[in-house]
């Protein structure tokens, strides 16, 4: 690895950005609330944490699609959801509490409450253009994905791959702009299976992170090497020995000092720390920036440790999801801010992916299949438990591609197969296995995979009987689809 600019190395810092498509589909407990949520907790405050930060921040299409739809009605009942729920229920709980014996707990849901008459200050201020104000971020650079977070290796064709890929590239580059784009892109769950890279590159794919921790053991400093896939993208290995600071059942984010994310009043609200006693927010935020500190020397020492034993700089890539920042480590932002600023001080290179990597000569090695879960394998989303979803998001992969293929010769490509496509693309996102894995949200991953595959039935039926001829869209979902990679051989 030959150096052309920091001697010490970088840090690529990496945030996953990511929700499935749950805009208009359910409200309470599970549906859109948790996308007002993520705008009111994360989007919208890590606007100001990202503008001059030299880091890169991935945007699923399927988010953005999500995002695209605050400027309408969508916005509407975002901020009728910020007066109407959130503001009132923090009144009525901070009152049952001061009442019943506990203003520690009153004064701190007091407090809390004006998170979300800030967001609702930062929404107005960007007129609930979401992607122009990611756009217009001086210092972060922007990574796509696939167009509704599918598991690639999960997919039964090609074609079925080439329609995902290719909906995730074409519609950030429609969003964002070709020219902005440096071909940064998110595996999902970073799924990987060697020859992936191929179909990647067809699309102008240039870099991707990829989790090898299983091959290669935990802290071994191959991860700090990019590697160079044969046909051209560069991987970027995580290296999961810096992510468990942060990302961990003993990571930072569970010091007893942080605020209980599960410990809830009457209406959800949390004025408790993890310790079980009154939560400090002023305490929290410091010592979220003595955990940043922390994080940076570690990062330097691992840089220094790799340079030092194999004589040339290497790129630490820590990826972690932008929902734990703020949302499920709500002190996230505090340090992601301090981490920024500590590692300008300390002389600790930190850079957007596309810089480190034209900074640094990648190495060529093997790469294995693997994913980022827990186990890092495939069996969060293709398991016994989780085996109905993956048949059915397959058989209805090869079904419409049938269908689509005996129609070609004249028929037509209109409606009914836009929708099926659509439909497609919702049923494989990763997310509903997800949820199911790990017991996240009831039932509804199964509503919502069931509904998707009764839809995408009756859209395909209408091709060959009396049935209508449906709306081709599903809601916001990939407004802009191309069918036209479903033709290919």
């Known amino acids: 690895m030959t150096a052309r600019g920091s001697d010490r190395g970088a840090v690529a810092l990496v945030l996953h950005s990511h929700m499935p498509y749950v805009e208009g589909f359910d409200t309470w407990p599970f549906g859109e609330e948790w996308l007002w949520e993520a705008l009111a907790g994360v989007y919208l405050p890590i606007l100001d944490v990202l503008d001059g930060a030299p880091v890169t921040v991935g945007l699923t299409p399927v988010l953005c699609d999500q995002f695209a739809t605050l400027e309408g009605e969508a916005g509407e009942r975002f901020r009728a959801f910020l007066r109407d729920i959130r503001a009132p229920i923090h009144v009525e709980d901070s009152d049952g509490l001061e009442r019943t014996g506990y203003p520690e707990l009153a004064a701190e849901v007091r407090r809390a409450a004006g998170d979300y008459v800030a967001a609702e200050r930062k929404f107005e201020e960007v007129g609930g253009a979401l992607l122009r104000a990611f756009a217009g971020l ?8 696939t167009a509704t977070h599918a598991v690639l290796p999960l997919l039964a064709t090609d074609a079925g791959l080439r329609l995902q890929v290719g909906a995730g590239v074409a519609s950030h580059e429609e969003r964002f702009g070709s020219d902005t784009w440096r071909g940064g892109f998110w595996l999902p769950e970073c799924a990987y299976e060697p020859g992936l890279e191929r179909h990647l590159a067809g ?6 992170c990829i989790d090898q921790t299983d091959v290669w053991g935990l802290g071994s400093l191959d991860h700090l090497e990019p590697v160079r896939t044969p046909a051209g993208p560069v991987a970027l290995p995580i290296d999961w020995q810096t992510v468990q600071l942060v990302w961990s059942p ?20 949390r004025p408790w720390n993890i310790a079980g006693g009154a939560y400090s927010f002023e305490e929290a935020s410091e010592l979220a920036r003595a955990h940043a500190r922390e994080f940076v020397e570690h990062c330097a020492a691992r840089l220094d440790t790799y340079r030092g034993e194999r004589g040339r700089p290497g790129v630490l890539t820590c990826a972690i999801d932008t929902e734990l920042l703020g949302h499920w480590w709500y002190e996230g932002l505090t340090w992601l801010r301090e981490v920024v600023d500590e590692a300008a001080r300390r002389d600790v290179p930190l850079m957007r992916a596309s810089d480190a990597l034209a900074a640094l000569e990648p190495v060529e090695r093997d790469l294995h299949a693997s994913t980022w879960g827990r186990p890092k394998d495939m069996t969060t989303w293709d398991s016994p438990l989780v085996a109905d979803f993956a048949w059915t998001a397959r058989a209805a992969e090869l079904r419409t591609l049938r269908e689509f293929a005996a129609a070609d010769s004249g028929n037509g490509h209109g409606p009914a197969f836009e929708r099926a496509a659509r439909e497609l693309l919702a049923l494989q996102a990763s997310d509903w296995a997800f949820q199911v894995t790990h017991d996240l949200a009831g039932d509804y991953p199964s509503r919502r995979v069931a509904a998707h595959a009764e839809a995408l039935d009756a859209a395909l039926a209408a091709l060959t009987d009396s049935a209508p001829v449906p709306d081709p869209t599903v809601r916001n979902l990939a407004p802009g689809l191309d069918l036209s990679p479903l033709l290919s051989p």
Request: charged share 25%; net charge negative.
């Open 250 to 269: 003993t990571g930072y984010p569970s010091d007893g000092r942080y605020r209980d994310y599960h410990g809830r009043t009457t209406h959800d609200l």
């Open 203 to 208: 699309h102008g794919v240039g870099a991707f």
């Open 138 to 145: 001086d210092g972060p650079e922007l990574w796509t994905s």
